[in-house]
């Protein structure tokens, strides 16, 4: 009973955070998002450690990293300039920091060796979460349904941002607000469940959410019930098959993703040779 | 309604769009800005929504800005950014205020407009599912779908068919007789001019001759034609 209590306060959480997170990264063409924050959070990470900051300061890193993090709501554009294409100029920004904060992070590797379990960071510790990081799961949960529940409808308006804003609405608080999301969701995610999994769950159980054609507020609900499936699908059958935990539930989303696209292709197949 | 005084714009150092334009849209009344493409005209309308903000010069409004609605169709009507909104959700962006207070008034509006558009069929669709046409009734539903003060309609009948067109030219009809201000920019000369009591012309210092003809023709019909000089 204690062992499904603790797996439900883990995965619930983190399915809401992930669901959420992952349709705005999603609907916003943010894909690098995830892998950019993640590869980024080693530099603060490293110098955290270099310094002994954890230890001497003695609170979680996310409030440690946190700092380094955030001006990356301020970094990614709402609008295109001139000359560049969105998708160009936010990705190209993203993928800097990626390289910026990973190489930092990797020079003080270099300069203190074995300072760190690079393992626990590649596949994190899902069914190893310490009680201080659930309090924050459940916190920062909160807080972003919250925000998400003040702002679902300016969220959802955002690619219009020029109608928007001739409407007398601020798509730039907006804008960063859902970066916010996005980032905090990342970093917290990081933490749980590792890079490994961080970059499938924000992104497959969204894709196999948009393949059912609706409304967006049914996007954002399916993609937190997909979370919730895989996730749970993934933690049952790692104890089944004793392997460790994050790679088999990226492998099982994975695997139903797959399953969902061939489905998906045989039912259209099958629907245009009835037209014929 | 509101004018230009002296209204310098650059898009970069090197590319000076407007050095010294001046004009005003009369209230109640209907403008069509005529042009070349690349002569300015989606940019006037970019400045007069605050869109863009001019390097020099004065955009001054009769009445205060904020207390304006302004409705905006843009000339880019692809949205592929939003390819994830219903056609219902795209239309209701203009009523977000009434979105949580009053529903049913929500739908009311959007079946109405949807109706005169002919898109009842396509509103549950996604952006992403639609032709340009459709995509193109979907963004005059959005416009349409509330009241506004001023309506700016950028290339308003690109992409629709004919009788997207008429269904068009009737929706303007009906808001000229509620007196409201609208102002359109377009290619398309052959009925829009028509609709139109002012037009204005966006052309190169010497480039008159090429709108000569047309602006006789509307100078004999009384409408009141003013030609701005841009530089190219």
């Known amino acids: 009973m204690n062992l499904f209590f603790y797996f439900f306060s883990i995965l619930v959480p983190l399915s809401v955070l992930s669901g959420i997170a992952g349709t705005h990264i999603h609907i916003r063409g943010y894909h690098s998002l995830a892998g950019g924050v993640a590869h980024f959070f080693f530099g603060p990470f490293g110098l955290a450690y270099l310094f002994n900051f954890l230890t001497k300061l003695n609170i979680p890193l996310l409030y440690l990293v946190l700092p380094f993090v955030l001006p990356l709501i301020f970094f990614i554009p709402l609008k295109p300039s001139q000359n560049k294409s969105f998708d160009e100029q936010s990705q190209a920004r993203i993928n800097i920091l990626w390289s910026l904060g990973m190489s930092v992070g990797l020079l003080i590797i270099f300069l203190i060796p074995s300072f760190i379990n690079l393992e626990s960071l590649l596949f994190g510790r899902i069914l190893l979460v310490d009680n201080k990081t659930i309090v924050l799961l459940w916190l920062f949960a909160l807080i972003l349904v919250v925000l998400q529940v003040m702002f679902h409808n300016y969220f959802k308006y955002l690619p219009l941002y020029q109608e928007m804003q001739v409407e007398g609405y601020r798509p730039l608080f907006y804008h960063r607000i859902q970066l916010f999301i996005c980032v905090v969701s990342i970093l917290l995610i990081l933490q749980a469940v590792g890079i490994v999994l961080l970059v499938t769950i924000l992104t497959v159980p969204t894709l196999v959410a948009s393949r059912f054609k609706g409304q967006y507020t049914m996007l ?13 699908g993934g933690v049952v059958l790692s104890f089944w098959i004793d392997v460790q935990t994050s790679p088999v539930i990226a492998t099982f989303t994975l695997i139903v993703f797959l399953g969902v696209i061939a489905s998906d292709t045989l039912l259209k197949h099958r629907r245009m040779k009835k037209n014929i | 309604m509101f004018s230009f005084s002296e209204v310098e714009f650059r898009y970069s150092s090197k590319h000076t769009l407007f050095n010294n334009i001046g004009f005003s849209i009369p209230k109640a009344k ?17 400045l007069a929504l605050g869109l863009l903000k001019p390097q020099r010069g004065l955009i001054r409004f009769t009445e205060k800005r904020k207390s304006l609605r302004l409705a905006y169709l843009k000339q880019d009507t692809f949205f592929h950014s939003a390819w994830y909104l219903s056609v219902g959700e795209f239309i209701s962006l203009r009523l977000l205020p009434l979105m949580r207070t009053n529903r049913s008034t929500v739908n009311d509006k959007i079946e109405r407009i949807a109706r005169h558009f002919d898109i009842q069929d396509i509103l549950h669709k996604q952006l992403s599912a639609l ?32 009788l997207g067109k008429d269904k068009l030219y009737a929706k303007i009809q009906e808001e000229q007789k509620k007196h409201i201000t609208i102002i359109l920019c377009s290619h398309e000369f052959s009925h829009l001019p028509s609709y139109s009591d002012n037009i204005i012309c966006l052309t190169g210092k010497d480039q008159d001759s090429v709108y000569h003809d047309f602006i006789t023709y509307f100078q004999q019909k009384n409408k009141t034609v003013t030609v701005e000089h841009i530089h190219y």
């Open chain 1, 220 to 232: 954002l609900v399916l993609s937190i019930l997909f979370e919730f499936v895989f996730l749970l």
């Open chain 2, 30 to 46: 209907t403008t069509l800005f005529i042009g070349d493409n690349g002569s300015g005209k989606s940019t006037v309308f970019k």
């Open chain 2, 131 to 162: 032709s340009l046409g459709q995509l193109k009734r979907a963004h005059l539903s959005q416009v349409f779908v509330d009241d506004a003060d001023i309506f700016f309609l950028d290339e308003p009948t690109v992409y629709l068919d004919s």
